[in-house]
C-alpha cells in the first residue's frame, strides 16, 4: 500500500506564497505522476498542476506563471510552491500521485487566501 502526506497548507494574506509539499510511502516501484487538485466551496475540482516522472508540466490556466511543481524522485515527494496568491486560489488542495499504476490520494490540506 501507498501512502501520501501532505503538508504546508494555511492561512495567507493575498500576494503571499505558500509551498504545499506531498511524500509518498509504502511500497513504490515507480512514481509516474504527481499534482494537486483544489476544490473550493460550490466549485468543481480542477487539476492545477501535475508533473510527470520525465519532468514535464502541466498547469491550469489560472495558476501559470504563479505555481510551479517539482518533485525529488529520491525523496517520493513532490512540492508545489504557490506565488503570488490570489483570494480566489483558496480550496482544499489534494495531492494525487500514480504509483505502480494505481491512483493514491492525500489527506487535502487548506489554503485559504486573505483579501
Known amino acids: 500500500q501507498v501512502q501520501l502526506v501532505e503538508s504546508g497548507g494555511g492561512l495567507v494574506q493575498a500576494g503571499g506564497s505558500l509551498r504545499l509539499s506531498c511524500a509518498a510511502s509504502g511500497s513504490i516501484f515507480s512514481i509516474n505522476t504527481m499534482g494537486w487538485y483544489r476544490q473550493a466551496p460550490g466549485k468543481q475540482r480542477e487539476l492545477v498542476a501535475l508533473?510527470?516522472?520525465?519532468?514535464?508540466?502541466r498547469y491550469a490556466d489560472s495558476v501559470k506563471g504563479r505555481f510551479t511543481i517539482s518533485c525529488d524522485n529520491v525523496k517520493n515527494s513532490g512540492y508545489l510552491q504557490m506565488s503570488s496568491l490570489k483570494p480566489e486560489d483558496t480550496a482544499v488542495y489534494s495531492c494525487?500521485?500514480?504509483?505502480?499504476?494505481?491512483?493514491?490520494w492525500g489527506q487535502g490540506t487548506q489554503v485559504t487566501v486573505s483579501s
Open positions: 508533473i510527470t516522472r520525465a519532468g514535464t508540466t
Open positions: 494525487y500521485a500514480v504509483v505502480n499504476y494505481d491512483v493514491f
